[in-house]
């Protein structure tokens, strides 16, 4: 509900920057290259109510690999929140670590 995105909009205003792991290994999708863009324009606005610490997705689905790499490029491109794709747990906490280098907590 929108009483619930606001909610939530006003409490990453609140929270510290933290680096995170999106751990969708096992997942599949049918995600579309637009619905792809339509999750960057939201990922872009919500970076709107607050700053967004790194993100790295772990998936080890081919076609969700290659969407969360689309992902991943048109945030780079149009200035959004980082983001890395990887295909086992400990390369994306690897990538984490290092980009966190101690400065946000994870």
């Known amino acids: 509900t929108a009483t619930t995105e606001i909610y939530t909009l006003s409490l990453h ?14 997942a599949s999708t049918n995600l579309t290259a637009a619905e ?9 606005s919500m970076t709107k109510a607050g700053p967004f610490g790194p993100t790295a997705i772990i998936t080890t689905n081919d076609t969700a690999f290659g969407m969360a790499r689309m992902l991943e490029i048109l945030s780079e491109l149009q200035g ?3 983001m890395a794709v990887f295909k086992t747990f400990n390369e994306g906490l690897e990538w984490l670590r290092a980009q966190t280098t101690g400065s946000l907590p994870l």
């Open 13 to 26: 205003d609140a929270l510290p920057i933290y680096g995170e792991i999106f751990d969708a290994s096992g």
């Open 80 to 82: 959004g929140p980082q």
């Open 36 to 44: 792809v863009r339509l999750l960057v324009e939201r990922v872009l």
